[in-house]
């Protein structure tokens, strides 16, 4: 299977773990949550920042999208914390 490469940036909490951004290598074909996924799989600091039981968001080119989105060849995909606020 081929694989593509995309640059993911984080927000807020994430970008503290992780810095502001990377470039990523993916199959072709994968979704945000397949992304999300791989990253997790990392360990580390991947996995504690972007854990399942963490609420976050996610954006494709800066438009919200969900975890079944396919992520096209150089996407910029960005995970954030839910925003709160008033």
């Known amino acids: 299977m081929s694989e593509l490469t995309i640059t993911v940036r984080y927000f807020a909490s994430l970008r503290e773990a ?3 951004s ?3 290598s993916v199959a072709t ?3 945000l949550g397949q992304l999300r996924d791989a ?3 990392r360990g580390g600091h991947h996995a504690e920042a972007l854990a399942r039981g963490r609420a ?3 954006a494709l080119n800066q438009v919200m999208a969900d ?3 396919p992520v096209p060849a150089g ?3 960005a995970f954030f ?3 709160t606020g008033g």
Do not use: D, F, H
């Open 22 to 24: 990377e470039p990523v």
């Open 75 to 77: 996407a910029e995909v």
């Open 29 to 31: 074909g994968s979704t």
């Open 81 to 83: 914390p839910p925003v």
């Open 56 to 58: 976050l968001r996610c």
């Open 18 to 20: 992780l810095g502001a």
């Open 39 to 41: 990253l997790i799989a």
């Open 67 to 69: 975890e079944a989105t």
